[in-house]
C-alpha cells in the first residue's frame, strides 16, 4: 500500500489547529518550531502566516518575561525573513517601546493618546493587564480616573469571587464597567469563576467565549471550561494545570494515585500499590476524616481480596500502627468474604486487642460475639468439616482439650454474649441455636431468659408451648397468667390461652373432673376464638361430652348441649365428626346419624375439619363414613377444598382420600399444582414401609423445581412437608440423599410436565394398607350408612333424629 | 459523606440531638419537594438512630467503596477558595 505523503495526512488547516492549540497550551517554542518545519516543508503564504502568528506569541512571551531587547530583535527578525509581516512586527516593537516604560509609560500614552491610537492602546491595555490592581494602584492616573475607579470595582468583586460565594448584588457594582474597557474581560472571567463556584457549567461557557482571544485573562478560560465540566477535554498549560490542582483540592493527583492503585492491585504488584496507597492517604484532604475511614476499610479489603500479607498493609494501615485496632476489624471484616475461619480468629484478636485499650462496653463485646457467631456455617456437621474435623462431638472435645481455639465453640460465643449484655438479642441466638441441638438445654435458657427478661415474648412463647407440649395445662395457664399481670402478654400469647383451656378442658373431661371442667369451659368460652364457627362448635361438642362424663350423666343435659352443637356446626357430617373427637375423650363412640350423609356435607365437613385442626393443634377423629361419603364430592369441588382436604388427609391421616383428591388437583394446571404434586407424594408415603418409592422422589423433585420456578413459597412449604415425611420413613434419609432431591439438576418445563402425565394417567385411587378395613367403603356411593355394633354406642347413645 | 456528617452532628450526639438533627434535615429536604435528598437524609438517620445502630456502624462500618475512585465522588466537587493571589500569578506565568 503507498505511503501516504506527509502534506496529505497534515495540511495547512490541520497545521493551522494544531498549531493554534500549541500556543492555547502555552506551548510556545514549540509551536515556533512546528511553524518553522511546516514553512520549510510547505512554503507558502498560509506557512508563513502560521509562522509569523507562532513568533508574535513568542515576542510577546519575551515581552512579558522583561527581555525588550531580544523581544525587538526577533521583531526585526521576523520582518526581514517575512516582509509581509512587517505591519504587525512594526506594531509589535511599537509595544516594545511602550512596555519599555513599564504601565507608567503606557498609560502616559493612553492619557496623551486620541481616536485611533487611544484605541489601539486600550487594547494594548488589556492584554497586558494581568493584575487590576496594577491600574488600581498607579500613580500615573490620578484618583478619580475612570479606569483606576473600574480597576479598584473590578479588584474588590475579583477577591470577593475568589475567596467565597459571591453576594448576588456583587456583580451589579461592574455595570458601570464598560464593554469597551480594558477591564470589560476581568468582568467576564469574574462571571465565569462565579458560575464555575456555584456549579453552573453554562455561564461558564457564556463568559468565556465572550472573551476576545487577545486579553490577558484568556488563558483562564479554558481552565474554567474545564474544571467546570463545561469542556473537561480541555487541554491545559503546565501553570493553568497547576492552579486547576490548587482549585481542586489536589483532585488530580488524588485521582492518578488512585487509578495507579487500582493497577497495582489488579496484577498484584505490592510494591506498586503499596506506593500509590500512600500517596492515596497522602493526598487525602485533612478534614475529610469519614472518606479517609472508608478508603482504609477499601484498603484492607482489596488488600487481602489481592493476597497480600496483612502485615505488609502501607502507612497508617499498617497493623502496627496507631489505628490498628481499626486495622484488624478491617481485616476481620475482609476475611469474612474469603475465610470464616480467619475472620472468627481475627474478631477474636481484635476483642483481646479492645480490652487492652480500656474495658469495652458488654454491648461492644455481645455485638461482637453474636457477629462472630454468626459467621459459622448454619450446620454443626459443616462447621466441624470445615475445620477438619470428624463430627461435632470430635470438635468439642478438641476445643475442650484445647487443639482447637475456644473461639470455635459458637454455643460458647453465644453464652458469652448473653453473659456480657443480657440482651434479647443475645439470647434469641443462643436459644435458637440450642433448640436445634437439644431441646432441654434450650428450655434451661428460656427459663433464664424469661428470669432475666420477663418482657420479652420469646422464652414465654417457648416455656407456654413446651407445657402445652408435656399437657402441663396448669404450668401453662399460670405462666399466661402472671405475663398477663406483668402486662407482657402480647397477642401471640394472648391467643394460646385458648389453646390452653381447651387443652385443660379435654383432660378434665378424660378424668371426669366435672367441677373443673365446667370452669374451664366457662373460661374458653370467654376466649375471643370461642366465637368463631368451627372453634364454638368444637366447645360445644366438649360440653356434650361432659355431660356425659363423671359418675352421674345428665340425660337432658346432654340433648341441650347436642342441639347447641347441631346449631353451631349446621352440618350433620360435621356434628358427627366432633362428637366422634370429643367421645374420643370418654373413650366412647357416638351414634351413626340417622339422615343420610350426602357427599357435599361429607366434604364440606373435611373441608372444616382441616380448618378446625390446626387451630386444635391435634388431630380429630373421622369417622370413616365421612371419609367414604365425600369421595362422591371429588368431583364437583373447588380446588381450593380439594387442597384442604389433601392437606387435613395428611395431617390426619386419610391418604386414601388424599390422594383421591391429588388426581383431581393434579387433573388441570393451575396454581396450585405444585402443592398438589407434594400431597400426593405425601399420601404416596403411606404405601410402602420399606423406604420411599421412586415414584415419590420423582414427584417431589417436580413439586419442588415446580414450586422453585414459579416462586410459590406455599408450594415450597408443601413440598417440605412431604420431605420431612419421607425422610420419616424407614430408609427414607439415605433414599433422598443418595438421589439428591435437593440437587441442583432438577426437572425442567419438559420434565415436570412429563411426571404431572404419568401421574394422571395411574390409577386414581390409593389402595392404602394403613386403613382400617371398617371404613373401607363397601357400597357405592350415597348409599347410607349402616349403624354401628352396639358395643360401640353404649352410654353415649345419642341419635341425630332426636334434633329433628 | 458518613451519617454523621449528613446530619451534622459529631459522633458523640445522643439520640435526641440525631433526632432533632434529622427533623431539620427533613425540613430542608421534605420528600416530596426533594426525594433524593430526603431518602440520602432518611437513611442516614436510619444508620445512626439509636445506640444499637450507632454501635453496628462503628463495628462493621463503614463499607468499602465499590471502586476506589468512587472516593473522588465522597469528596464532593472539592472546589476550593484559594483567593485572587494563585489566579494573578497564574496570569503572570502565562504572560500576555
Given at each position: 500500500?503507498?505511503?501516504?505523503?506527509?502534506?496529505?495526512?497534515?495540511?495547512?488547516?490541520?497545521?493551522?489547529?494544531?498549531?493554534?492549540?500549541?500556543?492555547?497550551?502555552?506551548?510556545?517554542?514549540?509551536?515556533?518550531?512546528?511553524?518553522?518545519?511546516?514553512?520549510?516543508?510547505?512554503?507558502?503564504?498560509?506557512?508563513?502566516?502560521?509562522?509569523?502568528?507562532?513568533?508574535?506569541?513568542?515576542?510577546?512571551?519575551?515581552?512579558?518575561?522583561?527581555?525588550?531587547r531580544?523581544?525587538?530583535?526577533?521583531?526585526?527578525?521576523?520582518?526581514?525573513?517575512?516582509?509581509?509581516?512587517?505591519?504587525?512586527?512594526?506594531?509589535?516593537?511599537?509595544?516594545?517601546?511602550?512596555?519599555?516604560?513599564?504601565?507608567?509609560?503606557?498609560?502616559?500614552?493612553?492619557?496623551?493618546?486620541?481616536g485611533?491610537?487611544?484605541?489601539?492602546?486600550?487594547?494594548?491595555?488589556?492584554?497586558k493587564?494581568?493584575?487590576?490592581?496594577?491600574?488600581?494602584?498607579?500613580?500615573?492616573?490620578?484618583?478619580?480616573?475612570?479606569?483606576?475607579?473600574e480597576?479598584?470595582?473590578?479588584?474588590?468583586?475579583?477577591?470577593?469571587?475568589?475567596?467565597?460565594?459571591?453576594?448576588?448584588?456583587?456583580?451589579?457594582?461592574?455595570?458601570?464597567?464598560?464593554?469597551?474597557?480594558?477591564?470589560?474581560?476581568?468582568?467576564?472571567?469574574?462571571?465565569?469563576?462565579?458560575?464555575?463556584?456555584?456549579?453552573?457549567?453554562?455561564?461558564?461557557?457564556?463568559?468565556?467565549?465572550?472573551?476576545?482571544?487577545?486579553?490577558?485573562?484568556?488563558?483562564?478560560?479554558?481552565?474554567?471550561?474545564?474544571?467546570?465540566?463545561?469542556?473537561?477535554?480541555?487541554?491545559?498549560?503546565?501553570?493553568?494545570?497547576?492552579?486547576?490542582e490548587?482549585?481542586?483540592s489536589?483532585?488530580?493527583?488524588?485521582?492518578?494515585?488512585?487509578?495507579?492503585?487500582?493497577?497495582?492491585?489488579?496484577?498484584?504488584?505490592?510494591?506498586?500499590?503499596?506506593?500509590?496507597?500512600?500517596?492515596?492517604?497522602?493526598?487525602?484532604?485533612?478534614?475529610?476524616?469519614?472518606?479517609?475511614?472508608?478508603?482504609?476499610?477499601?484498603?484492607?479489603?482489596?488488600?487481602?481480596?489481592?493476597?497480600?500479607?496483612?502485615?505488609?498493609?502501607?502507612?497508617?494501615?499498617s497493623?502496627?500502627r496507631?489505628?490498628?485496632?481499626?486495622?484488624?476489624?478491617?481485616?476481620?471484616?475482609?476475611?469474612?468474604?474469603?475465610?470464616?475461619?480467619?475472620?472468627?480468629?481475627?474478631?477474636?484478636?481484635?476483642?483481646?486487642?479492645?480490652?487492652?485499650?480500656?474495658?469495652?462496653?458488654?454491648?461492644?463485646?455481645?455485638?461482637?460475639?453474636?457477629?462472630?457467631?454468626?459467621?459459622?456455617?448454619?450446620?454443626?456437621?459443616?462447621?466441624?468439616?470445615?475445620?477438619?474435623?470428624?463430627?461435632?462431638?470430635?470438635?468439642?472435645?478438641?476445643?475442650?482439650?484445647?487443639?482447637?481455639?475456644?473461639?470455635?465453640?459458637?454455643?460458647a460465643?453465644?453464652?458469652?454474649?448473653?453473659?456480657?449484655?443480657?440482651?434479647?438479642?443475645?439470647?434469641?441466638?443462643?436459644?435458637?441455636?440450642?433448640?436445634?441441638?437439644?431441646?432441654?438445654?434450650?428450655?434451661?435458657?428460656?427459663?433464664?431468659?424469661?428470669?432475666?427478661?420477663?418482657?420479652?415474648?420469646?422464652?414465654?412463647?417457648?416455656?407456654?408451648?413446651?407445657?402445652?407440649?408435656?399437657?402441663?395445662?396448669?404450668?401453662?395457664?399460670?405462666?399466661?397468667?402472671?405475663?398477663?399481670?406483668?402486662?407482657?402478654?402480647?397477642?401471640?400469647?394472648?391467643?394460646?390461652?385458648?389453646?390452653v383451656?381447651?387443652?385443660?378442658?379435654?383432660?378434665?373431661?378424660?378424668?371426669?373432673?366435672?367441677?373443673?371442667?365446667?370452669?374451664?369451659?366457662?373460661?374458653?368460652?370467654?376466649?375471643?376464638?370461642a366465637?368463631?364457627?368451627?372453634?364454638?362448635?368444637?366447645l360445644?361438642?366438649?360440653?356434650?361430652?361432659?355431660?356425659?362424663?363423671?359418675?352421674?350423666?345428665?340425660?337432658?343435659?346432654?340433648?341441650?348441649?347436642?342441639?347447641?352443637?347441631?346449631?353451631?356446626?349446621?352440618?350433620?357430617?360435621?356434628?358427627?365428626?366432633?362428637?366422634?373427637?370429643?367421645?374420643?375423650?370418654?373413650?366412647?363412640?357416638?351414634?351413626?346419624?340417622?339422615?343420610?350423609?350426602?357427599?357435599?356435607?361429607?366434604?364440606?365437613?373435611?373441608?372444616?375439619?382441616?380448618?378446625?385442626?390446626?387451630?386444635?393443634?391435634?388431630?380429630?377423629?373421622?369417622?370413616?363414613?365421612?371419609?367414604?361419603?365425600?369421595?362422591?364430592?371429588?368431583?364437583?369441588?373447588?380446588?381450593?377444598?380439594?387442597?384442604?382436604?389433601?392437606?387435613?388427609?395428611?395431617?390426619?391421616?386419610?391418604?386414601?382420600?388424599?390422594?383421591?383428591?391429588?388426581?383431581?388437583?393434579?387433573?388441570?394446571?393451575?396454581?396450585?399444582?405444585?402443592?398438589?404434586?407434594?400431597?400426593?407424594a405425601?399420601?404416596?408415603?403411606?404405601?410402602?414401609?420399606?423406604?420411599?418409592?421412586?415414584?415419590?422422589?420423582?414427584?417431589?423433585?417436580?413439586?419442588?423445581?415446580?414450586?422453585?420456578?414459579?416462586?410459590?413459597?406455599?408450594?415450597?412449604?408443601?413440598?417440605?412437608?412431604?420431605?420431612r415425611?419421607?425422610?420419616?420413613?424407614p430408609?427414607?434419609?439415605?433414599?433422598?440423599?443418595?438421589?439428591?432431591?435437593?440437587?441442583e439438576?432438577?426437572?425442567?418445563?419438559?420434565?415436570?410436565?412429563?411426571?404431572?402425565?404419568?401421574?394422571?394417567?395411574?390409577?386414581a385411587?390409593?389402595?392404602?394398607?394403613?386403613?382400617?378395613?371398617?371404613?373401607?367403603p363397601?357400597?357405592?356411593?350415597?348409599?347410607?350408612?349402616?349403624?354401628?355394633?352396639?358395643?360401640?354406642?353404649?352410654?353415649?347413645?345419642?341419635d341425630?333424629?332426636?334434633?329433628? | 459523606?458518613?451519617?454523621?456528617?449528613?446530619?451534622?452532628?459529631?459522633?458523640?450526639?445522643?439520640?435526641?440531638?440525631?433526632?432533632?438533627?434529622?427533623?431539620?434535615?427533613?425540613?430542608?429536604?421534605?420528600?416530596?419537594?426533594d426525594?433524593?435528598?430526603?431518602?440520602?437524609?432518611?437513611?442516614?438517620?436510619?444508620?445512626?438512630?439509636?445506640?444499637?445502630?450507632?454501635?453496628?456502624?462503628?463495628?462493621?462500618?463503614?463499607?468499602?467503596?465499590?471502586?476506589?475512585?468512587?472516593?473522588?465522588?465522597?469528596?464532593?466537587?472539592?472546589?476550593r477558595?484559594?483567593?485572587?493571589?494563585?489566579?494573578?500569578?497564574?496570569?503572570?506565568?502565562?504572560?500576555?
Open positions: 500500500m503507498p505511503k501516504t505523503p506527509l502534506t496529505a495526512r497534515t495540511g495547512p488547516a490541520a497545521e493551522a489547529t494544531r498549531i493554534g492549540e500549541l500556543l492555547e497550551q502555552g506551548r510556545i517554542r514549540d509551536a515556533v518550531e512546528s511553524a518553522k518545519e511546516f514553512a520549510k516543508r510547505s512554503p507558502g503564504p498560509a506557512s508563513d502566516e502560521l509562522l509569523v502568528e507562532s513568533y508574535s506569541a513568542r515576542i510577546r512571551q519575551l515581552q512579558a518575561e522583561g527581555l525588550d531580544d523581544a525587538r530583535s526577533l521583531c526585526d527578525l521576523v520582518e526581514r525573513r517575512i516582509p509581509a509581516s512587517r505591519e504587525r512586527m512594526t506594531a509589535l516593537r511599537n509595544e516594545c517601546d511602550l512596555l519599555a516604560q513599564g504601565f507608567r509609560g503606557l498609560l502616559a500614552a493612553l492619557e496623551r493618546g486620541d485611533d491610537e487611544r484605541r489601539r492602546l486600550l487594547v494594548l491595555l488589556a492584554r493587564l494581568c493584575d487590576p490592581g496594577v491600574l488600581a494602584d498607579s500613580e500615573a492616573l490620578p484618583e478619580d480616573h475612570p479606569l483606576k475607579l480597576a479598584r470595582a473590578v479588584r474588590a468583586v475579583f477577591t470577593a469571587a475568589t475567596s467565597g460565594p459571591l453576594p448576588d448584588e456583587a456583580m451589579a457594582t461592574l455595570d458601570f464597567v464598560s464593554r469597551s474597557s480594558p477591564l470589560a474581560p476581568w468582568k467576564l472571567l469574574i462571571r465565569a469563576i462565579d458560575g464555575f463556584y456555584r456549579g453552573d457549567p453554562e455561564s461558564v461557557r457564556r463568559n468565556v467565549a465572550a472573551l476576545s482571544a487577545g486579553s490577558a485573562v484568556t488563558p483562564l478560560g479554558a481552565l474554567l471550561l474545564a474544571a467546570s465540566g463545561a469542556d473537561p477535554q480541555k487541554p491545559l498549560s503546565v501553570p493553568v494545570a497547576a492552579l486547576a490548587k482549585l481542586s489536589g483532585r488530580g493527583t488524588l485521582r492518578e494515585s488512585l487509578e495507579e492503585l487500582e493497577r497495582g492491585l489488579e496484577k498484584r504488584d505490592q510494591h506498586r500499590a503499596s506506593r500509590f496507597a500512600e500517596r492515596v492517604l497522602a493526598a487525602l484532604p485533612a478534614g475529610a476524616g469519614s472518606v479517609r475511614q472508608r478508603f482504609r476499610a477499601t484498603l484492607v479489603a482489596r488488600w487481602v481480596r489481592a493476597g497480600f500479607p496483612p502485615e505488609a498493609l502501607p502507612g497508617e494501615v497493623p502496627g496507631a489505628n490498628r485496632l481499626d486495622t484488624i476489624r478491617y481485616l476481620a471484616l475482609a476475611m469474612e468474604q474469603k475465610d470464616w475461619t480467619q475472620a472468627v480468629g481475627g474478631w477474636d484478636i481484635y476483642l483481646e486487642l479492645r480490652s487492652l485499650s480500656g474495658p469495652p462496653t458488654g454491648k461492644e463485646t455481645a455485638a461482637v460475639l453474636l457477629h462472630m457467631a454468626s459467621l459459622f456455617p448454619p450446620s454443626e456437621d459443616d462447621v466441624a468439616s470445615a475445620l477438619g474435623v470428624h463430627c461435632p462431638e470430635c470438635l468439642r472435645q478438641e476445643i475442650r482439650d484445647g487443639t482447637l481455639p475456644a473461639f470455635f465453640d459458637r454455643e460465643l453465644l453464652a458469652r454474649a448473653v453473659a456480657a449484655d443480657g440482651s434479647r438479642r443475645g439470647f434469641l441466638a443462643l436459644f435458637s441455636f440450642q433448640s436445634g441441638l437439644d431441646e432441654k438445654v434450650a428450655a434451661e435458657t428460656a427459663a433464664r431468659w424469661h428470669a432475666a427478661r420477663p418482657g420479652d415474648p420469646e422464652p414465654l412463647v417457648f416455656l407456654v408451648e413446651e407445657a402445652m407440649r408435656r399437657k402441663d395445662w396448669k404450668r401453662a395457664l399460670s405462666l399466661l397468667e402472671r405475663a398477663e399481670e406483668e402486662k407482657h402478654l402480647g397477642p401471640e400469647l394472648r391467643g394460646k390461652r385458648f389453646s383451656l381447651v387443652g385443660q378442658l379435654e383432660m378434665q373431661i378424660q378424668k371426669g373432673q366435672c367441677a373443673g371442667a365446667r370452669a374451664s369451659l366457662v373460661l374458653a368460652r370467654k376466649e375471643p376464638q366465637s368463631e364457627s368451627e372453634l364454638g362448635a368444637y360445644a361438642a366438649l360440653e356434650w361430652a361432659l355431660c356425659q362424663s363423671g359418675r352421674k350423666p345428665e340425660p337432658t343435659a346432654t340433648l341441650e348441649a347436642a342441639k347447641r352443637l347441631a346449631a353451631r356446626a349446621h352440618n350433620p357430617a360435621f356434628v358427627w365428626i366432633l362428637m366422634a373427637s370429643a367421645g374420643e375423650l370418654l373413650k366412647r363412640s357416638p351414634l351413626l346419624p340417622a339422615t343420610i350423609l350426602t357427599p357435599r356435607e361429607s366434604f364440606a365437613a373435611l373441608v372444616r375439619t382441616q380448618r378446625l385442626v390446626p387451630r386444635l393443634d391435634r388431630p380429630l377423629k373421622v369417622p370413616g363414613e365421612v371419609l367414604w361419603s365425600a369421595e362422591g364430592h371429588l368431583d364437583g369441588a373447588s380446588p381450593d377444598d380439594l387442597l384442604a382436604l389433601c392437606e387435613g388427609g395428611g395431617a390426619m391421616a386419610w391418604p386414601r382420600e388424599a390422594f383421591a383428591a391429588t388426581t383431581r388437583g393434579i387433573a388441570s394446571d393451575g396454581p396450585l399444582l405444585a402443592r398438589f404434586l407434594g400431597a400426593r405425601r399420601a404416596l408415603t403411606t404405601r410402602n414401609d420399606a423406604g420411599p418409592p421412586g415414584r415419590v422422589l420423582e414427584i417431589l423433585r417436580a413439586a419442588l423445581a415446580l414450586a422453585g420456578t414459579n416462586h410459590d413459597t406455599e408450594g415450597l412449604g408443601s413440598v417440605s412437608t412431604a420431605l415425611h419421607v425422610r420419616a420413613t430408609g427414607g434419609r439415605k433414599a433422598l440423599s443418595a438421589l439428591g432431591v435437593f440437587g439438576d432438577l426437572p425442567d418445563a419438559e420434565a415436570i410436565r412429563a411426571v404431572v402425565a404419568k401421574e394422571r394417567l395411574l390409577p385411587i390409593l389402595d392404602s394398607p394403613k386403613l382400617p378395613r371398617k371404613v373401607r363397601t357400597k357405592p356411593p350415597g348409599r347410607p350408612a349402616k349403624k354401628k355394633p352396639e358395643s360401640q354406642r353404649e352410654e353415649l347413645s345419642f341425630f333424629g332426636d334434633l329433628e | 459523606m458518613s451519617p454523621f456528617e449528613l446530619l451534622g452532628v459529631v459522633e458523640t450526639a445522643g439520640d435526641d440531638e440525631i433526632r432533632a438533627a434529622y427533623h431539620k434535615a427533613v425540613l430542608a429536604h421534605p420528600p416530596d419537594r426525594p433524593e435528598g430526603f431518602q440520602k437524609v432518611r437513611a442516614a438517620f436510619d444508620a445512626i438512630r439509636d445506640e444499637e445502630a450507632r454501635l453496628e456502624l462503628r463495628l462493621f462500618g463503614p463499607p468499602p467503596f465499590q471502586s476506589l475512585l468512587e472516593l473522588l465522588d465522597e469528596l464532593g466537587e472539592g472546589k477558595w484559594v483567593g485572587p493571589g494563585p489566579w494573578i500569578a497564574t496570569l503572570k506565568e502565562t504572560g500576555p
